[in-house]
């Protein structure tokens, strides 16, 4: 029904406004309070009433598809509903549902509406779209397992669980996938008279009559089973979900945060069961989530899938729309896939190390910073770690790619490697190839300089072994790195840092010598608290990067 959707802003302040093409499923990805639930509610108002709420903050408008003649005279005849006992008809109009509310709408104003879906909101939408969406949340997806009548089955089936009762392959669909995260048969119960129950067996039905018969064999059979209401949040929401799309008919689903109460296994089939049913329907779904499960799911399907990722910092919004391949990288690389890059997607800044120890000493850094010195801590902050400095810049490239703002850490032995190792560091970092040469002679120049001292850079001192204006031109080099989102250790290395510790060895035994000293008790003496210098004012000059809204080193 939906064809695309158009956002208030875009990629970046002064960027075209995005526009997103519909799949199947659209997912919204991104941190906290970037307006992933926000977008789902706006376009819920907008299916449902055909109206902009001037309250919207992120959407700006939507298109829909609109249908022939016969296709719109097929779909009001299919939701055409007989009325009630008693109740009075009106000529020439029919009658629509949604289980829980009922419209009349004169039939050919709603067909008509259909064709020109478009120029025909005002009825298209409350008459028509309105009854064929739905939204989940936390709660109401858990009710989606909770009975449901069982009513007329001369007339529509208005209720999911009633599509499944009349409908043997959309029951078994439901019963594999139930069976393959649970182990545990999904049926429908008869047996409560005019009231359809949801149960988990032990075995499958042996027959169809067993589960839908209300004879003594069925209702022996499902006396062994389950009732879902038993069963774990979990369960439910998973199984409410699944039941929704598989068997409910709403032409519009948001669902918001879907991986709530699941597992991340859970999450990963969950979304791959979402992507995989809405591409052999004319559904489209649209979910905000936080989890990279859900994520890796919807893509590894192999359906189409939109990703989008909404950030929202000092008031200014920012939307991009992911290419699918470029996920697929950090999925499929094992380098990336190892590391959890994928979690990116849900935090607002990425900071790469050379490796674990690092990763576990700038992280502890900047929680202490953030309890005790908000100002230079970088709040909403992934810190994960590569295999060495040279792969820091395999994975900060495709991060950048994607929008998202990360920082390489290294030593200064950065230094070291020219040739295509140094300038992929450049590439990396979107450093302008015009600069590249200049920047190889003068890390060239600095390096031997170093060399010349006989010294070991990374353990005598780093740019400190150099003359004061050798040293000011390594800063200088450094400072452009620093620009474009790699930060060297100027002193040499991990281990340089907080030396009135006297924290000895290296790699991780420096590290727990190093964590020892700094203490873990913040009531205690001993616990050691930022200052405005050292490691700590390192990490607040990495957060100036972060929050500069005129940052370099992200493409457009």
């Known amino acids: 029904m939906i064809k695309t959707i158009k956002l208030k802003f875009g990629k970046a ?4 406004p995005a526009e997103i093409d519909t799949t199947p499923v659209t997912v919204f990805v991104g941190p906290n309070n970037s307006g992933k639930s926000k977008v789902l509610s706006e376009i819920h108002y907008r299916c449902t009433s055909g109206q902009l709420n001037s309250m919207d903050v992120i959407l700006s408008e939507i298109e829909f598809y609109s249908f022939t003649s016969d296709r719109a005279k097929e779909k009001v005849k299919k939701i055409s509903l007989r009325p009630h006992h008693m109740e009075q008809l009106m000529p020439e109009h029919i009658i629509v549902s949604n289980g829980t509310s009922r419209a009349q709408i004169h039939e050919l104003s709603l067909v008509n509406a259909l064709e020109n879906t478009n120029r025909q909101l005002q009825v298209f939408c409350p008459y028509y779209l309105a009854f064929n969406t739905l939204i989940l949340d936390g709660t109401n997806r858990i009710n989606l397992v909770n009975q449901q009548p069982a009513s007329d089955l001369q007339q529509p089936a208005y209720n999911s669980f009633m599509v499944l009762f009349n409908d043997e392959d959309k029951r078994k669909k439901v019963r594999r996938i139930i069976y393959d995260a649970f182990e545990s048969y999904f049926v429908i119960d008869p047996t409560n008279l005019g009231q359809l129950r949801l149960r988990l067996s032990s075995r499958p039905p042996s027959t169809n009559l067993e589960e839908c018969g209300i004879h003594e064999e069925a209702v022996h059979f499902h006396s062994k089973a389950t009732l879902i209401e038993q069963a774990s949040d979990g369960v439910k929401a998973f199984t409410g979900i699944v039941t929704e799309i ?6 519009v689903l948001l669902i ?3 991986e709530a109460f699941l597992h991340p296994s859970l999450a990963f089939n969950l979304g791959k069961e979402i992507a995989l049913t809405s591409s052999e329907s004319e559904k489209r779904i649209f979910v905000s989530t936080h989890s990279p499960n859900f994520v890796m799911g919807c893509i590894q399907s192999g359906a189409p899938v939109n990703i989008v990722r909404l950030t929202y910092r000092g008031g200014i919004p920012t939307a991009r729309v992911l290419a699918n391949k470029d996920i697929l990288r950090l999925m499929r690389n094992p380098l990336l896939r190892s ?7 849900s935090y607002e800044f990425v900071v790469v190390t050379e490796s674990d120890a690092d990763r576990a000493f ?9 309890r005790y010195q908000p100002e230079l801590g970088i709040a909403n902050c992934l810190f994960i770690n590569a295999q060495n400095k040279q792969t820091v810049k395999t994975i ?3 991060l950048r790619e994607l929008g998202i703002p990360a920082v390489g850490i290294v030593d200064i032995d950065i230094l070291k490697d020219g040739g295509q190792v ?13 600069e590249h040469q200049s920047l190889a002679n003068l890390r060239n120049a600095i390096k031997q300089k170093l060399d010349d001292s006989s010294k070991n850079m990374k353990r005598e001192g780093g740019v400190e072994i150099l003359s004061d204006g050798e040293k000011e031109a390594a800063n200088n080099l450094f400072d452009k790195l620093a620009e474009y989102g790699v930060f060297a250790v100027r002193r040499g290395e991990l281990e340089s840092w907080l030396p009135n510790l006297d924290a000895t060895g ?6 727990l010598a190093v964590f020892e000293k700094m203490g873990e008790d913040p009531e205690s003496l001993d616990y050691l608290k930022p200052s405005n210098d050292d490691v700590w004012l390192f990490i607040g000059e990495i957060k100036k990067w972060f929050t500069n809204p005129t940052r370099k080193g992200i493409p457009l």
């Open 13 to 16: 302040p002064n960027q075209p």
């Open 362 to 370: 700038y992280q502890e850094i900047n929680e202490r910073l953030l």
């Open 256 to 258: 918001d945060e879907p």
């Open 506 to 511: 290296h790699g991780p035994s420096w590290l």
């Open 422 to 434: 140094w300038t992929g560091f450049l590439e990396s970092s979107f450093v302008p190839e015009l």
């Open 246 to 251: 598989i068997a409910g008919d709403p032409a």
């Open 339 to 345: 590391t959890g890059v994928i979690s990116a997607l």
């Open 396 to 398: 900060i490239k495709p």
